[in-house]
């Protein structure tokens, strides 16, 4: 998913199921869209979002400054690094 405004975009990779080795091709694609886009100078932010999202893959999104998004019950949970460190 590819979300943007005037001088900012999201690139969000969206799996079922996420594995930790999923998390390589998020800067492969940032990569690109900065070099091959008109998106080249705007802030990009990375993130992933899944229905099924383990513990560890989680946690290591957020040490790569990915935000998360994630399915609790019936309604998506957001995780952010900022707001983790700051509970």
């Given amino acids: 998913i590819l979300l943007a405004n005037k001088d900012t975009i999201a690139v969000i ?4 199921k996420f594995h930790i080795d999923d998390l390589d091709t998020l800067p492969k694609k940032v ?3 900065k ?3 008109p998106y080249k100078n705007h802030t ?3 993130g992933i979002a ?3 999202i383990p513990d560890d893959v989680v946690e290591e999104a957020l040490k790569r400054n990915y935000f998360v998004l994630k399915r609790s ?3 998506i949970e957001r995780f952010k690094k900022e707001l983790l460190e700051a509970a």
């Fill in 50 to 52: 899944g229905f099924n």
């Fill in 31 to 33: 990569a690109n869209l």
């Fill in 44 to 46: 990009i932010y990375a």
């Fill in 13 to 16: 990779e969206v799996k079922y």
């Fill in 35 to 37: 070099q091959f886009s």
């Fill in 73 to 75: 019950g019936e309604v």
